[in-house]
């Protein structure tokens, strides 16, 4: 069975920006985890990111500050 993916990057937003609460950096951590556990590299982890802030983000911006702090967490822990 496929991972939700939004499902799990939506769990990381609940507040402001990407993991900026304990909780949020919980489920981000989890999400890290589902990632390297199926392989997923920081590219395909960034589409995936892009397409749930377009999808439901959207009128609040466009998501390079997000994208930008889940970088810093997520990039060295997913190799391609």
Do not use: H, N
Request: positive net charge; contains cysteine.
């Amino acid at each position: 069975m496929a991972r939700d993916w939004q499902r799990l990057i939506t769990g990381c937003f609940v507040g402001p920006d990407f993991a900026t609460y304990p909780a949020d950096e919980k489920r981000a951590f989890e999400l890290l985890s589902a990632a390297r556990e199926d392989g997923l590299g920081w590219k395909a982890m960034r589409r995936q990111l892009t397409r749930f802030l377009g999808d439901r983000m959207a009128p609040e911006g466009d998501g390079r500050s997000q994208i930008a702090r889940a970088r810093i967490l997520f990039k060295p822990w997913l190799m391609y």
